[in-house]
């Protein structure tokens, strides 16, 4: 990050969104003829969506929340609207603004037929091996076979017409791992499909494309997977935090450096109530110091202003001297970051905004 793009109110998030737009412009290249949506849950702040909207195919929406707010701020956008328990109201309110809805269960299903038409996916729950996962997204999320096969009978009486299957199985995958998930639910969904008349049908293999913390410079290979998707259906991906975690930075200074029982830490303003990254994944979370050029000199504990020891950017890392004033700028923060973070918390300060445009 360049020095001069440090704002002088901080803590501060700064969204690149030059970069955020040519990042997501070569993902849309590098995947040919699959459709791209995003998911608004790793991001929906309102300048990040209207820099990813034009270089998508659609949104993602996983709330009635975000399906407001995604309405507002693109209200030309195709939206795909999903997420395990919805209330009437949302399903109501899907059936105006989303162009697909994605059943989570049988009820759901019944549910939904009862306001009237709209077009669906079935949301399915499939038992495929996902070896290296960060996430496998089994549990409560769709729906096994059984229960698919029960929507199919229910549906020819509803109002509903089914468009094709959605899955969102696991998530941290690299390429290969991702093709392979995708072919298996590629050969699993098409038989299902034409079994129930389905015309034209889509599948929509989710999200979940690898990101490594501990290697910033590491990207999911797109060129590859793009390539090797099937090319027989109407495909559909929904990536979230591989389109813009690496295009958020939280910016801050150093409060105190102290060494206590032989330990050195690094206080700095704000804390992980403002990027809860590396809390929730378990992770040093990168970070590069903008106000020194030297090289790591020793090692010390990042924490933020938070009164508990789960405060922790980044645990017992290398670096250069620091002292209060120096800033640390924490990169692959445009994801899962600040909007999942514990804001109030504390009642300390929220942090400021702003955009490299
Ligand atoms: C969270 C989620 C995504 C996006 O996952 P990423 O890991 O951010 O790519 C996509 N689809 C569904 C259904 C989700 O719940």
Known sequence: MNPDDVPADLPAYVYDLRGLKEHVASVR?????TELF??????PDAEILRTVAPHVD??????GGELTHVRETLPHTPLAFGGPGKTDDELALARHHADRIHIESPRELTRLAALGPADVLLRANLPFRTPGAA???SGPFGMDEDALDECARRLPGTPLALRGVHAHLASGLDAPAMLDLAAQIVEWALPFLEKHGVDDPEINVGGGMAVDYASPTTRFDWETYGRGLPGNTRLRVEPGRALTAYHGRYVTDVL???TTRGETYVVLRGGT???RTPVTKGHDHPFEVLTSKQAPTSRATLVGQLCTPKDV???NVPVPPLSPGDIVAFSMA????WNISHHDFLMHPKPTFHCLR
Not at 38 to 43: D, L, Q, T, V, W
């Open 29 to 33: 290249a590098a995947l040919g003829p």
């Open 273 to 275: 109530h403002h990027l």
């Open 256 to 258: 105190d450096v102290k």
């Open 38 to 43: 995003y998911a608004a849950k790793a991001n």
């Open 313 to 315: 950017f980044a645990s």
């Open 58 to 63: 659609g949104v993602e929406v996983s709330s």
């Open 135 to 137: 996430l496998s997204m």
């Open 334 to 337: 445009g994801a899962y970051a």
